[in-house]
């Protein structure tokens, strides 16, 4: 992580993809990091927000290629589990990508999205806004912590 946060907007952007993709770990640690060692709060909001999108639509664009063995193979997704959630939120449209943000089910619900090829206009814009909203919270919550601490 120490990796990570010494790239400062770069390496918000790099966590927070991976950790929407691939690797699982918070990118909240690597932007906290960042944001306390004296960065901009916008910069670090548009590069967390980006990169944990895009990671997002990366999910959402190998389930839609419907490659089993891609998502087995660099997701490490469980297929039956990622089967439960697509019949889960087969009826919700696509507007249920806002919560792609959520820990621990967020990248089974992009994958679903994509292998029940929903709207990816309407995926991405509520996929957008979750992640948005989920960073502007955290950023709020770490500037008010250490504006109590000191």
């Known amino acids: 992580m120490e990796f990570l946060i010494a790239y ?3 390496g918000v952007f790099a966590a927070s993809f991976l950790a929407a993709t691939v690797l699982p770990f918070g990118s909240e640690v ?3 990091g960042v944001l ?18 895009l990671g997002g639509m990366t999910c959402y664009w190998l389930g839609m290629a419907g490659k089993v063995e ?3 193979k660099y997701l490490h997704l469980d297929i039956s589990r990622l089967e439960r959630v697509q019949n889960r939120i087969k009826d919700k449209g ?4 806002f919560f792609v943000f959520l820990p621990g089910i967020g990248d089974f619900i992009a994958v679903a999205l994509g292998f029940l090829r929903a709207d990816v206009r309407i995926v991405a814009i509520s996929m957008f806004a979750g992640k948005a909203i989920r960073y502007w919270v955290w950023m709020e919550l770490v500037y008010k912590v250490q504006e109590a601490l000191v």
Do not use: K
Request: charged share 5%; glycine share 16%; aromatic share 20%.
């Open 8 to 10: 400062g907007y770069i």
């Open 30 to 32: 690597v932007l906290t």
């Open 36 to 53: 306390l060692g004296g960065a901009s709060y916008w910069p670090c909001m548009i590069a967390a927000t980006v990169g944990n999108f």
């Open 70 to 72: 891609w998502i087995r």
């Open 94 to 97: 696509s507007w249920i990508g």
